[in-house]
């Protein structure tokens, strides 16, 4: 059983960056700050994507200051899970020492998904699904990472 003292410390990790893992640890602030401490990063660092930061502004929780970061910048901080939210981010997941548990959730990619709309409102709608997603996964959170997640092996 987890220390009650302690926040469980997690890692979104993602291609970019961009998106879903900052949407993941924005989510888990939000929602279970206080017994979780999110990080995000990519395998590839991109940049902030607007239609992430829109999407969850409309749901009150404000990205626009957070930067897409490399996964190489975070390797010195003990986690308690990696959760690899998209196919290439789970088959390139670096090692990590420790303790550290490497679980796979994945999300379907908006801006994947958004190249194909015809409207911006169609494109922020494949955003609007997955932060909901994300969202949905967040609040069953400690759960959700022994229950619901894959093991990454």
């Not at 888990?28 to 999407?55: F, I, K, M, N």
Request: charged share 25%; hydrophobic share 35%.
């Amino acid at each position: 059983m987890q220390d009650q003292t302690k926040k469980l410390r997690i890692l979104y990790l993602c291609t970019g960056n961009s998106c879903r893992s900052q949407m993941a640890e924005a989510w888990t602030r939000h929602l279970r700050g206080d017994q979780v401490e999110p990080y995000s990063a990519g395998v590839e660092a991109g940049a902030l994507d607007p239609r992430a930061v829109a999407v969850m502004q409309e749901a009150g929780v404000t990205i626009s200051g957070q930067r897409p970061k490399p996964v190489q910048d975070l390797m010195h901080i003990e986690f308690d899970y990696v959760v690899t939210l998209c196919g290439h981010a789970q088959e390139t997941c670096p090692r990590f020492p420790g303790k550290t548990k490497v679980v796979h959730q994945g999300f379907d990619d908006p801006p994947r998904l958004a190249a194909g709309a015809k409207t911006e409102e169609e494109a922020l709608a494949h955003y609007r699904r997955v932060r909901d997603e994300i969202r949905a996964f967040v609040e069953a959170l400690p759960a959700a990472l022994w229950n619901g997640a894959t093991p990454d092996g």
